[in-house]
């Protein structure tokens, strides 16, 4: 039949241990979810901080769709508002927003060189373990894709050495989503400065989380004027709203406006959403509580995690990957761990490389200690 392929994908993916499936989520939290009328403890949420059941207050109202593209008549004040505020804690020029980080990532790396005689002279460094957003938009991109060894600076010096492209692009995630380890960020700017490339982070995992006032992974390099050249921040995760923002040079904002596609096709983030994540990010500034607390608790689990011989991946963040390397094993575990009450996600490939799928374990300012005490118990019992 026409488009048969379609079948044996899906019988091979399941045969493989790699099928997905969606859950309708009844209600969700940092801390709990509700499955199928069961609740469990919920160690799968970005919400790292626990801020989505907070309210947000907001002055006047705010209209919920913004009706087109920011090009024609969609670039409400809430949007712009929101640009100018991250431009002015950031310490960049300009910026603007997206739908998602996925777009966000993707079409700033096609945008960038969508000429294709420019292109024909230009590279793109990437990690090895960077998003697939930002891979994707590498892919879709005329540069040519150099990968290099995960946080291997070595390994991107010799990649760099090698090259002969006159425009050169690094690009790196702040804190990697699978492992939760973070990017050497000061390595990778002397090197983007020594072979005059820019350098470009993805944030989404770090914004709202890192720095003395939730700035993310740049924050201690504000006051030096010592920044990536674009800089991408997501609000799904610690901020708990959702859409993303890329911030720059005024001459790299408005070149994206002239040659990114997805910008100038899609229409405008919602200026309802944009006044919140505004909200959002003004009270995350000042949740140093929050964050001392999310602390505490990934400090408390890595103790108990090693007390009770689980062996977890180098990682301070609140993402804590539990490695077991076999996809059905993987999901074996997983199951064992919903029959205790204990919500997490089973990342197999080709989310990350073969014989690499894990447990992805992310902590919240929302967990106590004793659910973190249970949750190290459960997984010793599925892990056995």
């Not at 074996?332 to 029959?339: D, R, S, T, V």
């Not at 009450?341 to 490939?349: E, F, K, N, V």
């Amino acid at each position: 039949m026409s488009f048969d392929f379609i079948n044996s994908h899906l019988q091979a993916r399941q045969q493989s241990a790699l099928n997905r499936k969606r859950y309708v989520i009844e209600q969700a939290s940092a801390r709990e979810i509700i499955v199928d009328n069961k609740r469990y403890l919920n160690f799968a949420s970005n919400d790292y901080l626990g801020f989505a059941d907070e309210p947000t207050l907001l002055e006047g109202m705010h209209s919920l769709g913004s009706h087109s593209s920011a090009l024609v008549t969609g670039y409400q004040g809430a949007q712009q508002q929101l640009e100018k505020y991250l431009c002015a804690q950031l310490g960049y020029n300009n910026a603007m927003l997206f739908n998602s980080g996925f777009s966000a990532n993707s079409s700033v790396i096609k945008a960038l060189f969508q000429d294709k005689a420019i292109a024909q002279q230009s590279a793109i460094f990437q990690d090895k373990l960077n998003h697939a957003s930002l891979i994707d938009g590498a892919l879709h991109a005329n540069a040519a894709l150099v990968r290099f060894n995960h946080n291997d600076m070595n390994h991107l010096r010799s990649r760099l050495e090698k090259s002969n492209a006159k425009y050169k692009l690094i690009v790196s995630e702040g804190v990697f989503s699978m492992d939760g380890d973070q990017a050497p960020l000061i390595e990778l700017l002397s090197l983007a400065k020594a072979h005059n490339a820019w350098l470009m982070i993805d944030d989404a995992h770090g914004f709202g989380v890192l720095g003395k006032s939730g700035l993310g992974s740049c924050e201690p390099l504000i006051a030096a004027d010592n920044l990536p050249d674009i800089l991408v921040i997501t609000f799904g995760k610690a901020v708990a709203s959702s859409g993303a923002c890329v911030l720059g040079s005024s001459e790299f904002i408005d070149y994206m406006l002239q040659f990114n596609r997805d910008y100038t096709y899609s229409t405008a983030m919602s200026p309802f959403i944009a006044s919140h994540t505004l909200s959002r990010i003004k009270t995350i500034r000042d949740a140093n509580h929050k964050r001392a607390k999310l602390n505490a608790n990934i400090a408390l689990f890595k103790r108990l995690a090693n007390e009770q011989k689980i062996a977890l991946m180098d990682s301070t963040t609140a993402i804590q990957p539990l490695v077991l390397g076999c996809a059905e094993q993987t999901l074996k575990a997983c199951e064992q761990l919903k029959q205790q009450g204990i919500w997490l996600t089973a990342i197999r490939p080709p989310t990350v490389q073969h014989n690499t799928s894990r447990l992805r374990i992310t902590l919240t300012a929302a967990h106590t200690e004793q659910d973190i005490t249970t949750l190290v118990n459960c997984l010793k019992k599925a892990i056995a």
